[in-house]
């Protein structure tokens, strides 16, 4: 491990950043940390309720004092949402504080790995797949001025993901 003491990932949701940081932690011997979880654990409210009270900025305030702290410690991998990347100071705070890995992902896999799920405000939407394109016309640059690896989490498995990040950094 050479830059800093923390992972950080980022990337869109459903790319797999919980299952791929829990599985790198473990190979890292890191403490594995999801800001999402963070959040709902902080204030004992799940995410769509967040947004349906306090509304998107609502969220991304919480979500920045919390990737903000959690940074300060050193040997964890994070997980961020998808959105985290939207806010500068978030992108200058992951910089900053780990090596930040870019999990890249197509629409298809993101739609396939979202489709059950209700606990993604943004995708209850009629049509999903065109706010994940709309999403990422947005974020991919974001992504990728963060990132100092990328690494696409379509054509290999999971446990392939981690070891591929855990020899690379
Ligand atoms: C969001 C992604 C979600 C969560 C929130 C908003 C986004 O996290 O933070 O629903 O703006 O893309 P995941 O990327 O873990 O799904």
């Known amino acids: 491990m050479s830059k ?28 594995f940390v ?25 969220f991304r305030r919480r979500e920045q004092a919390v990737i903000d702290q959690l940074t ?15 806010r500068e100071e978030n992108r200058r705070v992951v910089s900053a504080r780990g090596i930040v890995v870019y999990l890249k992902t197509s629409i298809e896999q993101q739609l396939t790995r979202t489709a059950k799920d209700r606990k993604r405000p943004l995708l209850q939407h009629a049509e999903p797949r065109k706010v994940l394109t709309e999403l990422m016309k947005t974020r991919e640059p974001l992504y990728q001025e ?24």
Not at 38 to 58: H, K, L, M, N, Q
Not at 80 to 85: D, L, N, P, Q, R
């Open 4 to 31: 800093h003491g923390n992972v950080i990932l980022v990337g869109p949701m459903g790319a797999g950043k919980s299952t791929i940081g829990r599985q790198l932690a473990q190979l890292l011997s890191y403490e």
């Open 34 to 58: 999801d800001s999402d979880h963070e959040i709902e654990a902080r204030t004992g409210a799940d995410i769509p309720w967040i947004f349906d009270v306090e509304g998107e900025e609502g």
């Open 72 to 86: 300060l410690r050193d040997g964890i991998v994070l997980a961020t949402g998808g959105g985290a990347v939207t």
């Open 146 to 169: 963060v990132a100092d690896y990328v690494v696409d989490t379509d054509a290999s498995n999971i446990k392939d993901v981690a070891s591929e990040i855990a020899r690379l950094i």
